[in-house]
């Protein structure tokens, strides 16, 4: 299956020792056809191509009437997986205003498709085929191009994103230069003396030769009409799963199915990573590639060079040695080297950050899933855990299975003090890292409302961690550590049962009407009506964290992150379960503000109960973790749903099945929430939507509010390919 797609570095090895350039010429042609794929999300346009060779996604923009033009100009962007790397190019008119000058991409007249492969293997040249995208990029006026950066998409989204920040070092190494037939090159060696990264214009079908204005800053003019764009570098690439790689056997009807969604899962896997999204995610990210793999799991390929193993071998390979912290995002390629040189070092090492708590405990959760749970993961175990890593260099003496029990350890160590007698102490609970303001999924500034005990992480990852971590052990895993199959039982039982209590909030039902109609009065985005009738008892629900801003003890939030207890755990305290998805029922049934529910899906928080204005003004519209609706938050509520209702077919059957009118509320709101996804589905393989109100709640992204864009294809917000509305019995 995988003997068309030799990676990078053999067929480097082999051709090197052929040394012949014939053998290079032979593997231009790919024996597999290229994948291609077009997603318009105006004022976006976005291709993607991939080949045996490489991986590119291009994203042209071109304001519309209605954009806003202080954030949005024509811009052509090249991403590629290899090295997290890119190009982009801005473009202004050459006489008018802005807005005035669009950019499209032309479809050749002869392929019909928009872009074409590059690949080039000149071995005295360089050491990896220079491989990449051309195309023919079209200007409806003439046209000058202003900033253009080359090398890391980390550069250019300091640039995108940040105050416009321009690194002198990266745009001194640019060279430009006049080619044949009036056309134009940038070209940039990296920080590694190495790679190079090319970008070429020249005129096609009669439109006017570029300039170069040589000034302090170097523009290019072009004429209204078409230009031939090539955009290449010649750096080791990755090899990427195709959709027939990625999907186990079973499952590779989706790729006719869904056509979209497999090209994209596709396009975000290869055989040592998954990447979190694209463009700006376009690299290793911890969090993003565990609940990735904990929701698709059932239609990934298992086995060696499967999905599933890529994802656990890459986490495993970026661990830190010295305490176990599992790698949230990674650095590398050309931003790398920037980086180590910021630190004169010189060095083209990756660097990885361990600012995050939660992304430890997914760790053997997965393991468990994959090596105690299938049959394919229990023959691989074995030669699996004994491969050694090679990414980092301090962790090349330790094999996959040291890793996996240094975290473990860590895992162990830090739970024992709550799980200890007495030991039910807040001070106990899991805190985010000492300095850091963020340390789970909700990453922004006021996304856990400034608190430090963070809930998913409290309430669910641990116990779910640490039973995973009992059940590895049962099964051979960590020798150094027998008693594990016991200890870190007994752990998890104390952190499941003892945890829920720290954040737990009741609001009277009279109080809570008149928390309700405050937060309308300080909400600046919401102005729809209050549905305090929908209060007809007390509220209960468990805030986002504890210790947040302005004093508050419980950052007093209603939330999605319910689903990680109910995805992630079989509890058995019957009173606490019962309650537990009770509220979480009502939260799902009842309309915003009271509840989480609009026609747009779950609000991912609901801070109409916090009883102080700073709510209302760090969870809006606007605010990445606000009130907006994430897809893979709406996939692990219903999965969790589902695996909760689940067990009132199995067995040990919990007491809400046998309460006939509790266990069909818990159904009704599954089935709500299933209404709410499938009336979305437009929405779903995003990764997070906001609205505005208008008689009614209307889909707006959430880039419309702030300047930061957000990726057209996520890793997690494609895992409705494997979440599915399950019938269960009435
Ligand atoms: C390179 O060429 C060889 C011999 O023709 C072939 O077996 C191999 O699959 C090719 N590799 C790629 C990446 O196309
Ligand atoms: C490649 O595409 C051509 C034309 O669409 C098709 O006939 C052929 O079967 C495809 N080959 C593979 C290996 O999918
Ligand atoms: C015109 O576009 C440039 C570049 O996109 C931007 O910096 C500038 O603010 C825009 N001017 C106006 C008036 O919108
Ligand atoms: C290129 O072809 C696609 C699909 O056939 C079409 O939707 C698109 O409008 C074409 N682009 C241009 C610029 O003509
Ligand atoms: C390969 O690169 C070398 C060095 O730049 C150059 O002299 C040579 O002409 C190139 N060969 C081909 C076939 O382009
Ligand atoms: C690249 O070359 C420069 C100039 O010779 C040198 O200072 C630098 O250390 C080299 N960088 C690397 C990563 O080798
Ligand atoms: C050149 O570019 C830099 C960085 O964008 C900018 O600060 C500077 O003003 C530009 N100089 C001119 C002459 O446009
Ligand atoms: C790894 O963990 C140790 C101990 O917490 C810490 O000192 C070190 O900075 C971490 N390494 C990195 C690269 O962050
Ligand atoms: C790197 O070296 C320069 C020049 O010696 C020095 O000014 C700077 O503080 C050093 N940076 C770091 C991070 O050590
Ligand atoms: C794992 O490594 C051990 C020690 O090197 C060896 O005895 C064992 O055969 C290896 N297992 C597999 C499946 O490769
Ligand atoms: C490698 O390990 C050493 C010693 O534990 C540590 O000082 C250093 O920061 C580590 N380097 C990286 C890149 O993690
Ligand atoms: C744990 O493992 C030890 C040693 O293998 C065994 O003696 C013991 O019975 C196991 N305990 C449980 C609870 O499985």
Redesign the pocket.
Known sequence: MFSTLLPAWASLIITLLLCTTAFAANNATCSSNATRLRLSDPPYENYFYSDCHSSSHVVVTSPLSSSN??I??PRLLVAWPAGNSGIVS?F?PDNG??GTLGIRLENSTATKEALEPVYDFNQTQSKSPRVGVSGVISFNSSAIS?VTILGSIRTIRDFTEGPSIIYPSVQKAIKISEIADGGASFERTWFDNVTTTYLSFAPVNGSDAITINRGDNVTLSFGAGTYQFNASFDYPQLEQLSPQEVLSNVSTGLIEQNPDQSTSLSFLSYTDKLLAGTWRFLTYFGRDSMISLLLLQPILSEGEGGAIEAVIGAVLERINRTDGSVCHEENIGDYATFLNLQNNITSTAPQCDYKMVDTDYFLPIIMRNYFVETETGLNRSSAFFNKTASFLANNTDLTYGELAQITAVKIMNTSAPFASEGGQRKENLIHLKEGQVVGQWRDSEFGIGGGRIPYDVNTALVPAALRSIAALSRSGFFPDHPEWNKTAEEYADVWEDETLRFFEVNVPQSTAKSLVESYINESSSYSGPPNTEEIIDDVTFYGIALDGNNNQSIVRVINTDDCFRHFLLNTTNQTQLSSFLNQTADHILKPFPVGLSTSLGLFVANPAFGGDPIYAKNFTNADYHGTVVWSWQLAMMAAGLSHQLGRCEATDVPDFCNDRSFYMKVLSAYNHLWSLIDNNSAQLSGEVWSWIYNDGFQVEPLGAFTPTESDIRQLWSLTFLAVHRENFKI
């Open positions: 033009l202080s949005i100009g801005f202004k205003e802005n202003t």
